[in-house]
């Protein structure tokens, strides 16, 4: 059975960073491109940053260019999201997506 599970949420201050991970298992994902999507409350969940198959990495959204980065392992077979500099606006749950498949989330609170 395909599962994502995401980790590495948390509370942290406005300037913190936080690393973020998607745990893949009965789906291997490197070969169909990663997404990190993220759904703050009241507004629709959105594409943040994406990694292509090949290891290419697309950010979706101008707010986070430059600060949040995406990587992966193929032997674990995990993928990380990188946040830097973390802002108030980037509070949200944040979801890994790959070959259609979803995980649940994980809350991340930036607050003083």
């Known amino acids: 059975q395909v599962q994502l599970v995401e980790s590495g949420g948390g509370l942290v201050q406005p300037g913190g960073s936080l690393r973020l991970t998607c745990s893949a298992s009965?789906?291997?994902?490197?070969?169909?491109?990663t997404n990190w999507y993220r759904q703050a409350p009241g507004k629709s969940r959105e594409l943040v940053i994406r990694?292509?198959?090949?290891?290419?990495?697309?950010s979706y959204l101008d707010s986070v260019e430059g600060r949040f980065t995406m990587s992966r392992d193929m032997v674990k077979n995990e993928a990380y999201l990188q946040m830097n500099s973390l802002q108030p606006e980037d509070t949200a749950v944040y979801y890994c997506?790959?070959?259609?498949?979803w995980g649940m989330g994980t809350q991340v609170t930036v607050s003083a």
């Open positions: 997506n790959n070959d259609g498949y």
């Open positions: 009965d789906v291997t994902l490197s070969q169909s491109t």
């Open positions: 990694m292509y198959a090949r290891g290419g990495v697309t």
